[in-house]
């Protein structure tokens, strides 16, 4: 199972912190990606990580913007999103695909096979 939760109502050049907490399974077996579906748009990957290894992803649209981190032991996937602006406002989803290469991950939506219901992100002043 997957939920996340963080979302709200930012202005432009604040920041949101979105966890993706799991149960039933090990984030070591596992790759976890964060993707955004904004309105009238198609759902995009955003940023991924590794089971282990620590390895991340970012689309380029967040790069230097959004950080990736695991706690292995809380079993949570934390999005970090600074210096957001409106083109962030989506709904934003995490999913998780079961993988032996432990430094692994891709933001490619068909990857993956379990998702989150997902927590709206708002950016406007």
């Known amino acids: 199972q997957l939920v996340e939760s963080g979302g709200g109502l930012v ?16 984030l070591d077996d596992y790759a976890i990606g964060w993707f955004r579906q904004a309105p009238g748009k198609e759902r995009e990957g955003v940023s991924c990580i590794s089971p282990r290894g620590g390895v991340t992803n970012f689309a380029d649209s967040v790069k230097r913007r959004f950080l990736l981190s695991k706690d292995a032991g809380d079993n949570t996937v934390v999005l970090q999103m600074n ?26 939506e068909y990857d993956y096979n ?9 950016v406007s002043s």
């Open 83 to 108: 210096s957001l602006t409106p083109e962030d406002t989506a709904i934003y989803y995490c999913a998780t695909v079961k993988t032996s290469d432990q430094y692994w991950c891709t933001i490619r």
């Open 114 to 122: 379990y998702w989150g219901q997902g927590t709206q992100v708002t």
């Open 11 to 26: 202005q432009p050049g604040g920041s949101l912190r979105l966890s993706c907490a799991t149960s039933g399974f090990t």
